[in-house]
C-alpha cells in the first residue's frame, strides 16, 4: 500500500465489511431444460472470521437450489447512499464492487447460535462507538440519513426472526475487483484471505452519507480540493472513504468551460486506525485548508 492508496485485496475487504446486503446467485434446480439458468435475489450477510455469513429467508430458493447444487457467486457493491446513488446514474457509472465465487454451506446446526451471537455482537459495538464518539464523529454522523446507514440498523431484525432464515457460510474460491469503469481485476485469493478491513469500513457508509448530506461539509470539500490538489470546482462528493484517505468526486471545468465529473483522491496525513482518528484528521485538513486559501486571497 504506497502513496495513500489501498491494496486490491483490502479494497474486497473494506467492500464486504462496509455493506451488509448483496446478490447471492444460485443455479437452479429444475428436471426439466437447462439447469444452469441462474436464480438472483438480495440477501442479508455479516462478514466473520474474513467469510461471509449470509441469512436466506426459508421461503427463497435459494434453499431448494443449494441442496442440489451448492456453487454460487456473491456480489457487493461499495456503499452509495443518499445523493451518490443519482450521482452515479447521471455519469452512468457504477460504484466499485466485488464479485465471489465459490459454495454455500448451510452452517450446522449447533454452530447457527455462534453465527446469531457473532452478529449480535457487531451489532452492540457498532452501536456503543457511536454513542461514545467524540464531538468530531457525532457532527458528522449526525447528517447521515437514519436507517439507511448503518449496519446495524438494517441487520437487527434478523435478531427478531430468527426462525425466519437459514444461515449459509459462503467458502470462497475466486474473488474479483470491479473498478468504476468496469474494469476486472482478479485478486489472488493467498492475499484476499490474509488482508483485514480497516476499522472505519463498518460506518464507513454513515461517514459517505454524513459529509454528502452536510452542506457545510461539502463547501469545506470544495476549500481542501483548492488548497491541496489546486482545483478549482464547482461541487464535490465523498464517494469512499479508508484508512489512508477518501475519494471524492469533483464537478470541474473541461473543454468549452463545460463542467463535468472528475474523480480525485485526498489522502491523510498518516493511517487512521479508527472512525475517531479519521474524523479528527479532516477536521484538521479542513482547518488548514482555511487558513492556506484565506492567505492566497480565497477560491477563485
Avoid at 484471505?193 to 461539509?217: A, V
Avoid at 471524492?248 to 465529473?261: C, M, R, S, T
Wanted: hydrophobic residues 40%; aromatic residues 8%.
Amino acid at each position: 500500500m504506497k502513496g495513500g492508496v489501498l491494496s486490491l485485496a483490502m479494497k474486497c475487504k473494506n467492500i464486504l465489511a462496509s455493506n451488509w446486503q448483496g446478490n447471492l446467485n444460485t443455479i437452479k434446480a429444475v428436471s426439466k431444460g437447462s439447469k444452469q439458468d441462474i436464480y438472483t435475489s438480495k440477501v442479508n450477510y455479516l462478514l466473520n472470521t474474513g467469510k461471509p455469513y449470509i441469512w436466506v429467508p426459508k421461503d427463497d430458493l435459494h434453499n431448494v437450489n443449494t441442496e442440489v447444487d451448492e456453487r454460487a457467486s456473491f456480489a457487493v457493491a461499495s456503499p452509495h447512499p443518499g445523493p451518490l446513488a443519482n450521482l452515479f446514474r447521471s455519469m452512468r457509472k457504477l460504484p466499485a464492487r466485488i464479485a465471489l465465487s465459490g459454495e454455500v454451506v448451510p452452517v450446522r446446526e449447533e454452530k447457527v447460535k455462534s453465527a446469531y451471537e457473532s452478529l449480535r455482537e457487531m451489532i452492540t459495538a457498532e452501536v456503543t462507538e457511536i454513542a461514545e464518539s467524540g464531538y468530531a464523529v457525532s457532527g458528522i454522523l449526525s447528517s447521515s440519513t437514519i436507517g439507511h446507514t448503518s449496519r446495524s440498523e438494517n441487520l437487527v431484525e434478523l435478531l427478531d426472526n430468527e426462525e425466519n432464515y437459514v444461515v449459509y457460510k459462503f467458502n470462497i474460491s475466486s474473488c474479483t475487483f470491479i473498478d468504476g469503469n468496469g474494469g476486472n481485476h482478479e485478486v489472488d485469493l493467498d492475499d484476499f484471505d490474509k488482508s483485514k478491513f480497516d476499522n472505519l469500513s463498518p460506518l464507513s457508509t454513515k461517514l459517505i452519507d454524513g459529509i454528502n448530506q452536510s452542506e457545510l461539509r461539502r463547501r469545506a470539500l470544495l476549500v481542501l480540493c483548492f488548497a491541496f490538489l489546486n482545483v478549482n470546482a464547482r461541487d464535490a462528493y465523498v464517494h469512499s472513504v479508508d484508512c489512508k484517505g477518501f475519494d471524492v468526486l469533483l464537478k470541474v471545468a473541461g473543454d468549452n468551460d463545460a463542467y463535468h465529473w472528475k474523480e480525485y483522491r485526498l489522502p491523510l496525513s498518516k493511517d487512521a486506525p479508527d472512525v475517531e482518528s479519521f474524523c479528527s484528521q479532516l477536521v484538521q485538513m479542513e482547518e488548514a485548508a482555511l487558513e492556506k486559501v484565506k492567505k492566497l486571497g480565497g477560491l477563485a
